[in-house]
């Protein structure tokens, strides 16, 4: 065994004995709102499975009329049978969205659109993680693409729709994942040059606290937003259940966090380790439940919110500069401005 197997072995060994403390502390925080949704309508990206699912549980109990906004229409369908069984709740649909097509995403919300309904939450849930350097159909980075620039795109098209629902809230959900890089590389804003699957997820998931922070501050300024209450917040969850693309790339992930010349027994023992202390889905998705619901933060806006609780992000993270900036960039690459 060598030596940093060795050190992972004791490190999960610590763990059995601090089991208990360590799941408490893993758990984090609890959505103690007991807010209904009844007519209200949520919108759930990546909601077929994870954190995503839990959230739309949730809000499908609250009795919320809710959107599952999914690249697979079969998985989705799915988790809308389990979800209108569990809860009773009949009114839980589904409707295709693919992240990584900006032609889906105006699909999307022109099915929305012409449906005319109202929309009180929109949940920018998706993502992807530590995957190769794949590109989307419109020829960007995968991770900038799907993370930030969909999620961009549909929340300025659904902007009008959340105003006539007004009060509305836009819930955003990044990583701590974004606190480990100094900033955006303008330079090469499509990683073309020395791709990291790693690097790049941070900082897409730092466009996310970037996009939402010059979001608020734009919505604060115009005139003909001020009917728009819309609440933005940041989330991050504890790093064991991130996303479903933890799950499906974990050993990257690992190997990403504690050093890429871990042995495979290592990196097994520190899965296990993972799944150990990480979050459950349903403990993961109560910031963002939190977020959605919780009548305390309704006229709240920039928040960035770790365990159901505002918290301060990474000096990147409040670089308005680099938020105005890569919000007219965003503009034109997702075609809003030529």
Known sequence: MTRLSRIAAVVVLAAAVLYVPLRRW?????????????????????ANTGIGKATARDMAERGARVI???????????????????????????????????????????????????LDVLINNAGVMACPRWETEDGFEMQF????????LLTNLLLDLLKKSAPSRVV????????????????????????SSRESYRRSKLANVLFSRELARRLEGKLEFHDLTTSL?????????????????????????????????????????????????????QTTICCAVAEEWQNTTGLYFSDCVPKETSAAGMDDEAAARLWDISERMVGLKS
């Open 145 to 152: 693409g799907v993370n930030h620039l969909g999620h961009f």
């Open 172 to 195: 955003t959900v990044s990583s701590l994942g974004h606190t480990f890089t100094s900033g955006i590389d303008f330079d090469d804003i499509n990683y073309e040059k020395d791709y």
């Open 68 to 118: 599952l906004a999914c690249r697979s229409l079969e998985k989705a369908e799915e988790a809308a049978k389990e979800i209108r069984s569990q809860t009773g709740n009949k009114n839980v649909v589904v409707h295709k969205l693919d992240l990584a097509s900006l032609t889906s995403v105006r699909q999307f919300v022109k099915v929305i659109n012409d449906a005319k309904p109202r």
């Open 26 to 46: 893993a758990a984090g925080g609890v959505c103690e709102s007991e807010g209904r949704m009844d007519g209200k309508t949520v919108i759930i990206t990546g």
């Open 233 to 285: 917040h940041f989330l991050h969850m504890f790093w064991g259940h991130i996303t479903t693309e933890l799950n499906r790339h974990r050993e990257d992930f690992i190997r990403g966090v504690v050093g890429e010349q871990l042995s495979k027994v290592a990196v097994k023992i520190m899965e296990g380790f993972v799944g150990m202390i990480g979050k459950s889905w349903e403990e993961g998705a």
